[in-house]
């Protein structure tokens, strides 16, 4: 593969789908990029190439239309379960040998992604700075002397470095944030609950969540969607539908601290990179508002200082038991002090949270997100092993309190500086407006024309996306008659309806051609897997016109949710199972609108 081949796992796809490369192609190259690297603390474990390169081959005989992710390399952080390869969470005496998948693995395959290999990590997940592991202290391929950045430092050195697209980390109180600002790439830390975390060796089991390194915005959310969705597996996911990402809205609110709250550590380069993203993003059109973090402070210090440290405890209490010494000194020293919590500790810190998550709601209700350095500087690997705690807990200071409030976060590149330092920006909001933050973060990105990573590849151009669908309006999935340019699509007009995008389900549908008039669809689900993906059109209509709509729907026609194919649930169009008895099976034209074309050249 050439210099021009492809390097985002959009452009990867479209290679892909379009023939240009296949992908064996793009995982051989991953492992020769690897093998070029010659880092080998990035990864703990490599999944053997040939095995790895006879997946790619089989994605041949599948449906490249119905897999998001068709031939995209991942790795994966080795605290997160993948068969034929270690669990170890960077601690060789720990080292277990998963069954199955993690659910976020078995669907990134399912989606059509090739995982290479298991990635280093701070020990058991407990530390922002990458330096905590038997393994080594990977290279920052930004800057050889800067620390990596933790917990996920191999997953984020891995994409930064161009040996893979895509990268699974975890966060619980920044591991998924402060490597992505340190390599100068996109960390996602998604809603709680989002992505499920069965398959997880869990660091504090009701803060964890599984995170995503890219080099875009747009293909952290590609990776995110394959992966979210509810779990019966893992009792903390949560059926939280992840909506589409929109166009830049025309009024946007963010909050910045209150003048003098923010602290840099005396890094007055990084306090002036903050300052012009805020220019940027008035620039972009956004309005600033002034809020307090002193409440959000408050709620950091309680991470460490209060009962979730007895959580990482209980992780790696027997081990601490049979043998001590096989733990990191840093790592034990942490997560010994859980021990000594008591249950009235606890009890404590649970009631002044729940005040502090109320506190967090009436701020956000000024704003729609909040803007926040992600790290308040960086440091060497040398000055972190000469003081790992405190330095340590610096880095953590604009991320430790977002678990623990339920927030969401996508950490964005916001400048490169003159000394070749990355600095970067985090947008947080309430759990479940993911794809708002992605709407607005991947334009604040594009507008820094940053190169991505350290290979200094040129951001793509964005993609055009439709505007959002508004507070009071609701998505309507439709398949038939309905659609722009057919028969029926006049009714939406005359509702105001509005085409948000057009797209395709899961493939978990059959489309059928019903014998009424005019003619008409009706799409069934069937077992998942065992349809065809079938082409569709989202409008958005407001409550009232969807009501309206709804209301005038003929049997054997009907409103349910439809799984679209990046796992989105919205309503749409269902026909009875009864009305197919003798209907003519269309499902093989993948649409009604290639249905009626055929019909009408005849």
């Given amino acids: ?17 379009a023939g240009a490369f296949t992908p064996a192609q793009t995982v051989a190259r991953s492992y020769q990029r690897i093998r070029d690297h010659n880092d080998p603390a990035v990864f703990i474990s490599l999944r053997d190439e040939k095995d790895a390169l006879s997946e790619a081959e089989a994605l041949a005989s599948k449906d490249a239309a119905s897999l998001p992710l068709l031939g995209v390399p991942v790795a994966v952080k080795d605290n997160i379960d993948a068969r034929g390869m270690p669990t170890t969470a960077a601690c060789p005496a720990f080292s277990y040998s998963p069954a199955q998948d993690s659910t976020a693995v078995a669907k990134l395959r399912a989606a059509g992604a090739i995982v290479i290999g298991k990635t280093n990590l701070d020990q058991f997940a407990t530390g922002l700075v ?32 161009g040996l893979v697209p895509l990268a699974l980390g975890t966060d619980t109180a920044g591991s998924g944030r402060v490597p992505a600002m340190l390599n100068n790439i996109v960390g996602l830390k998604p809603s709680l609950g989002l992505i499920s975390n069965a398959g997880l060796v869990p660091a504090c089991r009701t803060l964890d969540c599984i995170s995503v390194f890219s080099l875009t915005v747009d293909d952290a959310m590609m990776a995110l ?8 597996a893992d009792p903390f996911s949560r059926d939280r539908p992840l909506g589409p990402m929109s166009a830049f809205p025309d009024k946007l609110r963010l909050g910045v601290p209150r003048n003098g709250q923010l602290v840099f550590f ?17 620039a972009l059109g956004a309005t600033l508002v002034e809020f307090d973090l002193e409440p959000f402070y408050e709620t950091a210090r309680l991470l460490y200082e209060g009962p979730w440290v007895a959580e990482r405890y209980l992780v790696i209490r027997d081990l601490l038991a049979s043998s001590p010494d096989s733990i990191h000194p840093v790592t034990r020293e942490i997560t010994v002090a859980g021990a000594r919590l008591t249950a009235a500790d606890t009890f404590a810190s649970l009631y002044r949270l729940q005040a502090l998550r109320r506190t967090a709601e009436q701020t956000f ?3 729609d997100a909040m803007v926040l350095p992600t790290a308040p500087t960086a440091y060497s690997t040398a000055q972190v092993l000469a003081n790992p705690i405190e330095l340590n807990s ?35 909001a309430p759990a479940g407006r993911d794809a708002q933050l992605a709407s607005i973060g991947r334009m604040f990105h594009a507008d820094t024309k940053l190169k991505m990573g350290a290979k200094g590849v040129t951001q793509p151009t964005l993609a055009l996306l439709p505007p959002a669908a508004g507070g009071d309006e609701i998505t309507l999935a439709v398949v038939g008659a309905h ?28 489309l059928y051609a019903l014998d009424i008039m005019p003619p008409k669809p009706g799409m069934l689900r069937v077992e998942q897997g065992a349809g065809s993906s079938i082409k569709l059109e989202l409008w958005a209509l407001s409550a009232t016109a969807f009501g ?10 009907g409103i349910g949710t439809i799984r679209l194919a990046d796992e989105r649930g919205v309503k749409g169009f269902l026909v009875e199972p009864a009305a197919i008895n003798g209907a003519r099976d269309i499902s093989a034209h993948g649409g009604w609108r290639a249905f009626m074309a055929e019909k009408a050249a005849v």
């Fill in 130 to 161: 990458g330096v905590r592991s038997p393994y080594g202290i990977p290279v920052n391929p930004i800057r050889a002397d800067l620390v990596p950045g933790g917990s996920s430092s191999g997953s984020a050195v891995a994409v930064s470095a």
């Fill in 548 to 557: 309206k709509f709804v209301a005038a729907i003929p049997p054997p026609l």
């Fill in 365 to 367: 209700a000024s704003f």
């Fill in 394 to 428: 610096r880095l953590g200071t604009y991320t430790n309190f977002v678990n623990l409030l339920d927030l969401c976060g996508l950490a964005l590149p916001a400048a490169m500086q003159p000394d070749g330092i990355p600095f970067g920006i985090t947008l947080l």
């Fill in 266 to 282: 005396g890094d007055a380069v990084s306090e002036k990179a903050y300052d012009e993203a805020l220019k940027r993003w008035t």
């Fill in 1 to 17: 593969m050439g210099s021009d081949a492809p390097e985002t796992i959009a452009a990867i796809v479209a290679a892909h789908r």
């Fill in 483 to 510: 659609l722009s340019g057919m028969a029926l699509n006049g009714e939406l007009q005359a509702l105001g309806a509005r085409l948000l995008e057009a797209t395709t389900t899961a493939p978990d549908y059959k």
């Fill in 225 to 232: 969607a394959a992966m979210a969705g509810p779990d019966g």
